[in-house]
Structure formats: structure tokens, C-alpha cells
């Protein structure tokens, strides 16, 4: 946690006057983050003047692991962070990013466009050579190490920290500057989605942008209505590469295990050869969103497209081989009370590892009731709960209509027995795990559930 002395920013950590790298944000709703200014005071002053005390090495190393993430909590409230996406990455989980790289070099450029407090750019950083200097060793990072943020508190933090990670690797308590020094001059606040110099001369993108949902940009190909930002990040930043650039990015696991994304699966990989799609779980504790790992490279203007590597499918036979596999159709804030009243279920009323015959609701429903017999699926699963695929066999006589939270599969074969084996089957360990690989994020989409392997009975 912080302890010290806040002590007022030197001139030398302004860079007010320096040149603008990136186009300025259209809206600038800036002051969100104030509340944190404070605290990156501190680590500039941390970093820059160094002051003889027994204490600097933890507070250092306190500030490159983790401290930024936690005051950002403690003083930023969470819809304000939601609002921006600043999650920060941990020093863990940026180190294991970076370790996929397959072309660091002491020549290496990385560009992080959307760079919070830098802990991409510092896991970068940790694999630059260290100069004579300490002060030599920053103009080189100063040279190689890009970045943009909309938040001029998230660039100050970044550069300080950059400067407190150089000072610990030469192992000295902060580093000796005068007058007007701006080390990184190439993190600039700026909008991480309009082009700039540095997306063309990165030999490295890194990238955690937010996730949050947005709607897709006009002429969009790859999307329409509401899409994560990450989805559009990913995209917009990685067509602006120069061939052969390496990307190393986190990413919401939806991107690589939705079915809806997979027009934008086939757009990246139209324009970037994909060498690794890791599925890591968890964020953090504090943004409980699962990602995945990806490695790309840029392709160059004639390198032909290869598919997005296909997800592991057993070579079996899989539940959608032998039901048919849909989303419930009844949306209750949205569809009108009219048409035939039929039996009516949802995840409420279905009660889990049960055969239901007899209906407590009905409701009126112009659109598509299912005959039974068959299986619903609660869409809400969590890779942490004992059964990702919760369900329930449905019979009777009526057509019923099924809510939107549920997954529906229909035998293709029309048999009770055939729903009840599929019940007893998804209670298993290997659906589990099988789940837990192929979809990390906390709704079963039609795909996952249909690439299920079943036994052949099935
Ligand atoms: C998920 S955080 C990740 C920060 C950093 N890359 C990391 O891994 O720790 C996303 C960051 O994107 C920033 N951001 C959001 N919209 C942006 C935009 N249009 N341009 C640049 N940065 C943006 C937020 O302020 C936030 O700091």
C-alpha cells in the first residue's frame, strides 16, 4: 500500500508542450479519473526524486506489481471503470503474454494503444537490455515504447512507472533528472483507434482494451448493433499494422468462443496469420470476465488468408448430431401477450436434473412453442459451478413455449428415452471440462452446446 510523502509534481514530469502523436479525443470527459492523480503524483516523485530511504525498494516494487490496480479500486468508482474498461493488467498475467512472444529483440518497437498505467509496456520493458545508464537506458525505452490512453493520470502513471522499473533493474533509488525531460515521448493521451505513426512503425502491438459493450461502426462488415469494444480495438488496430508485426493481446473469451463472433474470427484472421488462441480464465479477481490469449502476426498485402485454427472437436459423435439445438424463443420484456396459450417454462420454473410433465405458467406466444419431447439448458453457466450445462427433460403432450435464457435440444430420433440419456450424460465430468475448454464466458452459446460430444447411443 502507499505510504511516503505526496510531494507536488516537478516541472519535469509535465509534457504539456510536447507533440501530439495521436489525434485528441473528440469528447474529452477527462476528469474521471482526478480521483487518482494523486497517487501518480506519488510515483513520480518516487521516481524522480530520490531521496535516501530504507523504504524504496518495497514502495517500488510495490508500484510495478499490482499497487496501481488497487489504488484505481480504492479511489475510482466502478462505474466509472466499467465506463472506460480500466482494468489493469497484472504483472503476472502481462509477463505470461509477453513470454509468447516468438520476435522480441533489443531493436523491438511496442506500441500499446490503449495503455492504462503501462503494465503491458512495463512486461515489455522488463525484456529491453539496460544501457550504461540509467538515464541511457531510458532514451532507448524512450525510443521504443509507444503508447496512448485517454487519460492524461494513466500516461503520467505509465512513464513514472517505466522510469521506477529502469531505476530497479540498475539498482539505484530513482533516477536523477533536470530540467524539461520527457523520457517517453511517444505515450501520449490520444484516442487509441485513430491511426497514428506508431501503429505503422510497431514491430509489437500490445493489447487489453475494454470490453465493454458498444455499437458497431458504420460500415462495420464483421458486426452489427451492440459488439464488445475489444472486438472493434482488435480490428481497427490491427489492420493499421506494417506486415510481420507481432500482436499479443487479451481478449474476452466471447471472441473466441462465441458463435456470434465468428465473422469477426474470420475477419482477424483475413488480415493476420493467428498463431495462438489461449483460453486463461479468470481476469482478476476484481473483473470477473474470462479472456483468452492471442498471438497474431500482420500479414503482408498478398500472403494469402488462412482460417481461424478450428476449436478442438472430438472425433465423435456430438450432441448436435443428433439433436437439433436452438435458443428458447419467448423474450418476456419484448413479446406482446397475444396468439395461442401455451404451457410456458424458463429458468425458474424448470427444475434442474428433473423430467417435467406438468406446468405451473402459461403464456401467450405467437412465435415457435416446442413439441416435446426434449431437453432444455440453462444459458447461464459459470466455469466455476459444479454443472456448466444445467438440465431439465420436457414432456407432455402441448406445444410449450420456452424463454430466452434457455437452450432447447430436440431429438432428432423424436425419443423421451434419447432426452433422458442426454441428461444423464451432461452431468458428467467430461461435459464439464469440455465446456470449460471450449467456452469460458458465463452463457452456452447454440455452438458450444452443439459440439458437446455425446456417446453413440445418442
Ligand atoms: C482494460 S484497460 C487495459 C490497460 C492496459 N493495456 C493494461 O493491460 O493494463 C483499457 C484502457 O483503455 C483505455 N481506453 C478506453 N478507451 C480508449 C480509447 N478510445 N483510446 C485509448 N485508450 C482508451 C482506458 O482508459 C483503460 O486504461
Known amino acids: 500500500m502507499l505510504e511516503g510523502v505526496y510531494l507536488c509534481l516537478p516541472c519535469v514530469l509535465t509534457n504539456k508542450n510536447l507533440p501530439q502523436m495521436v489525434a485528441a479525443p473528440k469528447n474529452p470527459t477527462l476528469a474521471a ?45 466502478l462505474d466509472t471503470r466499467r465506463l472506460y474498461g480500466a482494468f489493469f493488467t497484472g504483472t503476472k ?16 518497437f511496442f506500441y ?17 537490455p539496460l544501457q550504461e545508464t540509467p538515464s541511457a537506458t531510458l532514451r532507448a525505452w524512450g525510443r521504443q515504447l509507444a503508447g496512448a490512453d485517454l487519460h492524461q493520470e494513466f500516461i503520467d502513471g505509465t512513464k513514472a512507472r517505466l522510469a521506477l522499473l529502469a531505476a530497479e533493474r540498475h ?43 458498444v455499437s458497431a461502426p458504420e460500415g462495420c462488415t464483421w458486426a452489427s448493433g451492440k459488439v464488445t469494444a475489444a472486438a472493434i480495438f482488435t480490428a481497427a488496430t490491427v489492420k493499421e499494422l506494417a506486415p510481420n508485426c507481432e500482436v499479443l493481446a487479451i481478449l474476452p473469451d466471447v471472441l473466441r468462443s462465441g458463435t456470434f463472433s465468428e465473422n469477426w474470427r474470420k475477419a482477424i484472421s483475413d488480415i493476420a496469420e493467428v498463431h495462438l488462441v489461449k483460453p486463461y480464465g479468470i481476469f482478476d479477481a476484481s473483473a470477473d470476465v474470462d479472456v483468452f490469449l492471442l498471438r497474431l502476426t500482420r500479414r503482408g498485402a498478398t500472403s494469402k488468408s488462412r482460417q481461424w485454427p478450428a476449436t478442438k472437436r472430438m472425433p465423435m459423435r456430438t450432441l448436435g448430431d443428433a439433436f437439433n439445438v436452438c435458443i428458447g424463443r419467448v423474450v418476456p420484456y419484448r413479446d406482446q401477450k397475444v396468439g395461442i396459450e401455451h404451457p410456458y417454462i424458463h429458468p425458474r420454473c424448470v427444475p434442474p436434473w428433473s423430467v417435467m410433465s406438468e406446468f405451473t405458467e402459461t403464456r401467450k406466444h405467437q412465435g415457435k412453442a416446442f413439441q416435446p419431447p426434449f431437453v432444455v439448458i440453462r444459458r447461464t ?39 433422458k440419456r442426454l441428461m444423464q450424460e451432461l452431468k458428467s465430468d467430461a461435459v ?21 460430444p455425446v456417446s453413440q447411443a445418442n
Open 112 to 128: 500499446d494503444p490503449t495503455c492504462g498505467m503501462g503494465d503491458l509496456l512495463l512486461a515489455a520493458a522488463s525484456l529491453l
Open 33 to 77: 479519473f482526478e480521483g487518482i492523480a494523486t497517487y501518480v503524483a506519488s510515483l513520480q516523485a518516487l521516481a524522480y526524486l530520490p531521496i535516501s530511504s530504507s523504504t524504496w525498494k518495497a514502495r517500488c516494487h510495490a508500484a510495478l506489481n499490482g499497487e496501481a490496480n488497487q489504488e484505481l479500486r480504492r479511489k475510482i468508482p
Open 171 to 213: 539498482g539505484v533509488e530513482g533516477i536523477s533528472a533536470t530540467g524539461h525531460v520527457d523520457h517517453f515521448p511517444l505515450i501520449q493521451v490520444g484516442d487509441g483507434l485513430i491511426p497514428n505513426k506508431n501503429s505503422r512503425r510497431a514491430t509489437h502491438l500490445l493489447l487489453n482494451p475494454p470490453f465493454g459493450a
Open 93 to 108: 498475467l502481462s509477463r505470461l503474454l509477453l513470454s509468447h512472444s516468438k520476435s522480441v529483440s533489443a531493436e523491438s
Open 381 to 419: 453457466s459459470r466455469p466455476e459451478h459444479p454443472y456448466r450445462a444445467v438440465a431439465t427433460v420436457i414432456t407432455g403432450n402441448l406445444p410449450v413455449a420456452v424463454e430466452n435464457h434457455l437452450i432447447v435440444c430436440q431429438p432428432k430420433d423424436g425419443a423421451l428415452s434419447s432426452c
Open 432 to 452: 464439464n471440462v469440455f465446456l470449460n475448454d471450449r467456452i469460458r464466458c458465463r452463457h452456452l452459446t447454440v455452438g458450444a452446446v452443439g459440439d458437446i
